[in-house]
């Protein structure tokens, strides 16, 4: 696709249900990553998968957060047994290489999502 | 470990006028770093990097930014703010080592007419 799409783009739960956040990277990069952003604050990385490495889930908050990404495609984050302070917008980016490769990343709109 | 500052949570510019935001990082290695803008509701689109070679890069929306080393900075500068430059602004910097690309807390520009 032409840029990185995320879905929903906005989705209001109820505390303790799971939700499931959607991102298509642009096709030809192999990384892609996972940000949340507060109301008023910056971006707190989450989640990094290269090709076919490892994740890096170094900064996934809680074992409540967990995300799959299928080859170089799709990439799914889910929060189980969500809480108000997961509300926030929630940012998926790809890039061409990792972020060591001095390649920039392309964000998606994000999805906000609001606890209630 | 890498890590950025940005001074100025908010900063006013009458129209017409000089912007500078200003960034500074912290790289144990050789940094790469960007400048990204948001505008309301929206994802955030690059407006410059630097990698390697020139320390002055010049973007999109007559944005430009300078690498000094010495001084571990990357501030941005515009020589005339629009009324369109109104956003959220983000330093970021990665590196040849890492996983992620480390931002800033962001700069809110506002543009007075």
């Known amino acids: 696709g032409a840029g990185v799409s995320q879905s929903p783009s906005n989705k209001v739960t109820e505390k303790g249900k799971d939700v499931e956040l959607r991102c298509d990277p642009i096709?030809?990069?192999?990384?892609l990553y996972w940000y949340r952003q507060r109301l008023g604050q910056g971006l707190e990385f989450l989640i990094y998968?290269?090709?076919?490495?490892?994740?890096?889930k170094s900064g996934l908050p809680s074992d409540r957060f967990s995300a799959e990404r299928t080859g170089e495609s799709v990439s799914t984050l889910t929060i189980q047994r969500t809480q108000q302070e997961d509300s926030a917008v929630y940012l998926c980016?790809?890039?061409?290489?990792?972020?060591?490769?001095?390649?920039?990343?392309?964000f998606g709109q994000g999805t906000r999502l609001t606890v209630v | 470990a890498q890590s950025v500052t940005q001074l100025g949570s908010h900063v006013s510019v009458s129209e017409g006028a000089l912007v500078l935001l200003r960034c500074n990082y912290s790289?144990?290695?050789?940094?790469?770093l960007f400048w990204y803008v948001q505008y309301p509701n929206q994802g955030l689109q690059l407006l410059l990097k630097?990698?390697?070679?020139?320390?002055l890069v010049k973007g999109i929306n007559g944005f430009e930014a300078e690498f000094k080393k010495s001084e571990t900075s990357f501030h941005l500068t515009k020589p005339s703010a629009h009324m369109s430059d109104a956003a959220e602004y983000f330093c970021?910097?990665?590196?040849?080592?890492?996983?992620?690309?480390?931002f800033g807390t962001g700069t809110s520009l506002t543009v007075i007419p």
């Open positions: 980016a790809s890039s061409l290489q990792g972020a060591s490769r001095y390649t920039e990343a392309f």
């Open positions: 096709s030809g990069h192999t990384a």
């Open positions: 998968f290269q090709g076919n490495s490892a994740p890096d």
């Open positions: 790289s144990s290695v050789p940094p790469y």
């Open positions: 630097y990698t390697t070679g020139a320390t």
């Open positions: 970021a910097v990665s590196g040849y080592t890492g996983n992620q690309f480390y």
